[in-house]
């Protein structure tokens, strides 16, 4: 007698609860599109399936921003994204093969998937209000991507080869919405998006890209993470592509990205002990700081009548010109310093918090740009041991893929991104010696 596969029953098990919840929605909202994230979850696995490894799951995520917006479009602005699923679906579908991926992690990276786990399950249930639609939202953010690509393996060479392909393609779509042609779907999203919640989307009188991704900030932040995989591939080929994307975070007023590349730029001129180099690029980089403050006195309100390159010029000068006294840093210092008041009273942490759909329906509460602030004061002291060891553990193997997964973490929403902090994270995995 054969013996019982599990772990393909626990498969077709996964595919039923599927099936049966997609469809359960669909025949109670009366509208056949509520199946749409159940027909791509089925597709990806498909040919995942059929080619043995998890590049369309890549893809997917790569495209999660442009599937969402068609899924809200299709339903009218239903409140919530079902798309959000499929990567809980993704990870129970292929539950034994990640187990198994879990044991071959070194000790360290073993410790790092644990505490972060027990961090975020920690900061999900603090608030002791939990809405099953929330707290599967809140896992997929924080919790999943850790697991999405750790049965890939040499995910690294793949992913270099491919690379050029995605940026192409993601660029390309950044520039029609850049000369405002958009799909039915992205002009829905515009029209609808609250920019109350949404405050980078728009730039003055104009929209800002965010081709593919979920948000400006994960577009942005891919364009840094292009930066520095063409940069560290070393031929003049990639360094092209590399000049373009900083030309482009330039062109779409990314300021945070621009500070992150200039930064990482000279991160990997030490790596590369191109000392002499960066001598003279950091003294290039004074000296213009000085001409701007002191010949460059133009006002930097940007104004509904501004063209488009004067609200980017102003906007991208701007904290040069005010010695990085803008308004949304000050806005934010002042909220923190909020926040302080509020951390003192609850030393453990306040809980975390969607948003757009808090659990309390508070919308002010931990609205942060940032993935650092918004676990600080969610997460209060227990987070601050978490990022300890964490950073402990990261640094262990330092690159600069390590440099700039800490960077981003502390200076933008990178636990919120979709695409770029798995990719970050399994590239410093396969750094590791034993992966």
């Known amino acids: 007698m054969k013996r019982l596969d599990y772990s393909n029953i626990f498969k077709l098990g996964s595919l039923f609860i599927a099936t049966s919840f997609y469809v359960f929605l669909a025949v109670k909202e009366k509208n056949l599109f509520f199946v749409f994230p159940l027909v791509l979850f089925f597709i990806i696995v498909f040919f995942d399936e059929k080619n043995k490894n998890n590049i369309y799951f890549l893809v997917f995520l790569l495209l999660y921003g442009f ?36 044991l071959g992690l070194t000790k360290e990276l073993k410790l790092f998937l644990l505490i972060h786990s027990l961090m975020i399950i920690y900061m999900i249930i603090l608030p002791l209000k939990i809405d099953i639609f929330d707290f599967f939202v809140l896992v997929n953010l924080y919790i999943f991507p850790f ?29 029609l919405q850049y000369f405002n ?19 980078s989307l728009k730039l003055g009188n104009y929209y800002r890209p965010f081709s593919t991704f979920s948000s400006v900030e994960e577009f942005s932040c891919f364009l840094a ?30 300021r945070t990205s621009m500070f992150i590349v200039i930064f990482m730029f000279f991160v990997f001129l030490l790596f590369e002990k191109k000392y002499r180099t960066f001598f003279i690029v950091f003294l290039f980089f004074l000296i213009f700081y000085e001409f701007l403050l002191i010949f460059i006195k133009i006002d930097t309100t940007v104004y509904k009548h501004d063209s488009r390159f004067k609200t980017i010029l102003k906007h991208n000068v701007e904290p040069f010109i005010k010695n990085f006294e803008t308004y949304s840093l000050k806005n934010r210092i002042q909220k923190v310093k ?33 993935s650092f ?50 990719v970050i994270l399994k590239i410093i995995f396969e750094e590791y010696d034993g992966y």
């Open 67 to 102: 599937f969402s917006r068609l899924f809200y479009f299709f339903t009218s602005g239903y409140p919530y994204n079902l798309v959000f699923l499929i990567p809980f679906l993704y990870v129970m579908f292929y539950l034994k093969e990640i187990f198994f991926s879990i």
């Open 147 to 175: 697991f999405f690509f750790l049965n890939f393996k040499k995910f690294t060479i793949l992913f270099n080869r491919l690379f050029v392909y995605f940026f192409t393609f993601t660029v390309f779509y950044a520039l």
């Open 181 to 199: 042609i958009y799909f039915l779907s992205d002009m829905f999203y515009v029209k609808n998006v609250s920019f109350y919640q949404y405050t």
């Open 225 to 254: 993470l292009s930066f520095i995989v063409f940069l560290k591939n070393k031929n003049r080929f990639s360094i092209l592509f590399s000049l373009i994307s900083f030309f482009l975070i330039v062109i779409f007023s990314f």
């Open 338 to 370: 909020n926040d302080i008041v509020n951390l003192k009273r609850k030393p453990f942490g306040d809980g975390l918090y969607l948003s757009s759909k808090a659990l309390d329906k508070n919308i002010d509460k931990n609205i942060y740009e940032t």
């Open 373 to 422: 602030l918004n676990l600080l004061f969610s997460g209060g002291f227990v987070f601050v041991l978490y990022f300890v060891l964490s950073l402990l553990i990261l640094i262990r193997k330092i690159n600069i893929f390590t440099i700039f997964y800490i960077f981003l973490f502390v200076f933008s929403s990178l636990f919120n991104f979709h695409f770029v902090l798995p």
